[in-house]
């Protein structure tokens, strides 16, 4: 029997039978002896992580991801991994693949083990329960931090990357190498409204007085052959744009793959910004322009965060919003030899 099933038969949280193992935090009387009945009738015994608990002792955090294969999501665990290890701590990791059942079911598991706190980068359609559960956490007094992506409800201290600045910046580069019609392909966006990727597009052509053209805006995902099919999309338009900009790296290789097979070549028959360093590309010798997000720092801030709240250091109010600065590498790819020589003529 675990946890998990003794809330179950006494109708309660997952929290509030941890509260009652731990002797911690208010449950009502009538609750309570329920609960403690349940556990003496099932001669239920909490497993090591749980008796580490009740001894005040576990070592334990939780990290929930939604994958391992992207690089960017590697550089996050890996840091989070060296900073825990450094303090004696324990990485539980669950994998949740985008898929919202596993990610309701990480989160019920961190619970059960009551780890210290719970690092999360949520599944792209988190939901209501998502948010209940991470606020179940919280009461039970595990702290939540989230990374990278944010819940439009839900109040949780959280580290992200400053998606406006990121992509303005880009497009910036891309005006001043003298473009003026710039395609953008968007992915879907975990932030709240304000801080998303087409808001900091939006936010530059409107600053440069550049009209903003719907037929420039290709709504992706994060698939490679999304950026196939938005290239594909852009050079049938009548004025095509001669520049790209991605917003994932996944997209990246699908726009190269087009350009491929179409005889162009960025840098120089159009231009191209990526998110996101690909090893592979630079390993043969492809200088591509990115954006580069520091996933490390966010793992490492994020993993700060936390064990802040759970060494009572500081404020232990939510919400600490913090906003990590993306860097723009320009290597050439965002220029394009027409739009140079026109630019060179005026």
């Known amino acids: 029997m675990t946890i998990s099933d003794i809330a ?49 002792d576990s070592t334990s955090i939780g990290l929930i991801m939604p994958g391992r294969g992207y690089p960017a999501f ?10 825990a290890e450094g303090m004696n701590y324990t990485v539980l990791f669950c994998n949740t693949d985008e898929d919202r059942e596993k990610e309701h079911r990480a989160i019920r598991k961190m619970m059960e083990y009551q780890v210290k706190g719970i690092l999360i980068m949520s599944v792209l359609n988190s939901d209501e329960e998502t948010v ?25 201290d959280a580290v992200f990357i400053d998606n406006v600045n990121a992509v303005y910046e880009a497009v910036r580069a891309f005006l001043e190498a003298g473009h003026s019609k710039i ?46 099919l938005a290239c594909q999309n852009f050079m049938m338009l009548s004025d095509a744009p001669t520049a790209v900009l991605v917003t994932s790296s996944t997209q990246t290789l699908g726009c190269l793959r087009y350009f491929n097979e179409n005889n162009m070549k ?4 159009i231009g191209l910004i990526g998110f996101d360093d690909i090893t592979t590309l630079s ?4 200088s591509l322009s990115v954006i580069e997000r520091p996933m490390k720092e966010m793992g490492e801030t994020a993993y700060d965060l936390m064990m802040m709240r759970v060494e009572q250091k500081g404020e232990k ?6 906003l990590l600065k993306n860097r723009l590498i320009l290597r050439g790819s965002e220029e394009c030899s027409h739009v140079r020589l026109e630019k060179e003529r005026k």
């Open 74 to 83: 590697s550089e996050i665990i890996d840091s989070v991994e060296k900073k």
């Open 317 to 322: 109010k939510r919400l600490r919003e913090i």
């Open 132 to 156: 209940r559960l991470l606020e179940e956490a919280e009461s039970s007094e595990i702290p939540v931090v989230l990374i990278d992506r944010d819940f439009k409800e839900g109040i949780f």
């Open 266 to 269: 960025a840098g120089e028959d």
């Open 183 to 228: 395609g953008l392909i968007t992915c879907p966006d975990c932030a709240k409204e304000g801080n998303t990727k087409l808001d900091g597009y939006i936010k530059c052509l409107k600053e440069y007085k550049i009209p903003i053209r719907s037929e420039y805006v290709y709504h992706g995902d994060f698939q490679q052959e999304c950026g196939y």
């Open 283 to 286: 390993a043969i010798g492809y």
């Open 8 to 56: 179950k038969k006494a109708e309660v949280s997952i929290a509030t039978v941890s509260r009652v193992i731990n002797g911690k935090g208010y449950v009502k009387e009538e609750t309570r002896r329920k609960v403690e009945q349940i556990i003496t009738e099932n001669n239920y015994l909490p497993n090591a992580i749980a008796r580490s608990l009740i001894k005040k």
